[in-house]
């Protein structure tokens, strides 16, 4: 397994446009999260799937963001018509809640290399 | 609401020297603990966590930490750090089962000085 990957790295884009970011999770991690990192802050967190249904979402996900997880699998996380303050660094997260496999700890979150987010 | 404190927003240390990296807790119930090391440009990765038996912790890369309940304190040391040990760290918390938020400290600058 290769762990989590996130597409794209980076994205540089005008006010007012829309963005899509895509996280593929570890395989077989039922668990998904988003969260959002801005200079010199710790990840706060955005949101949560369980399979495809997001179970937890944060205050800070407004309106012009949403989240999906359609087949359990990978995800999205859209931003409409974004905002200067919109920049940061966008991390999926993913984890299982089974017994784990040896290889990756039960209930404990392994992040992917997040997504930059520049808004000009 | 669960929250983390991280004093130091930066520790300045001489190679093999010893360090220690501070983090406070704040949780009506019982938690889960975290250290996470973040490289720049990079995501995080987990270096140690706490769930439950003993207070001593060890993880990857030499460092271990120190649950204490009675100061709900969970501070990372290492004993000799290395230049490669150069990093953002990052403690957190979470509470058991039912919800999944990671509440995250606003993490100290590791930077240690050949």
């Known amino acids: 397994d290769t762990g989590v990957s996130q597409d794209p790295r980076h994205k540089i884009t005008k006010r007012g446009q829309n963005v899509t970011f895509r996280c593929d999770p570890i395989s077989e991690h039922n668990r998904l999260y988003w969260y959002r990192q801005t200079l010199g802050q710790g990840p706060e967190f955005l949101t949560y799937f369980q399979n495809e249904a997001q179970l937890e979402k944060s205050r800070l996900l407004s309106d012009r963001f949403s989240a999906e997880r359609p087949k359990g699998s990978f995800s999205t996380l859209e931003i409409q018509r974004t905002e200067q303050g919109d920049s940061a660094m966008y991390l999926c997260?993913?984890?299982?809640?089974?017994?784990?496999?040896?290889?990756?700890?039960?209930?404990?979150?392994?992040f992917g290399p997040g997504t930059r987010l520049t808004v000009l | 609401a669960q929250s983390v404190t991280q004093l130091d927003s930066q520790v300045p240390v001489f190679e093999e020297a010893p360090v220690e990296l501070r983090c406070n807790y704040s949780s009506s119930v019982s938690v889960y603990l975290f250290w996470y090391v973040q490289y720049p440009n990079q995501g995080l990765q987990l270096l140690l966590k706490y769930l439950s038996g003993s207070t001593l912790v060890k993880g990857i890369n030499g460092f271990e930490a120190e649950f204490n309940k009675s100061q709900t304190s969970f501070h990372l040391r290492k004993p000799s750090v290395h230049i490669s040990d150069t990093a953002e760290y990052f403690c957190a918390v979470k509470h058991p089962g039912g919800y999944q938020k990671v509440t995250f400290g606003t993490g100290t600058k590791l930077q240690v000085i050949p």
């Open positions: 997260a993913s984890s299982s809640s089974g017994t784990g496999d040896g290889v990756y700890l039960v209930d404990t979150q392994y």
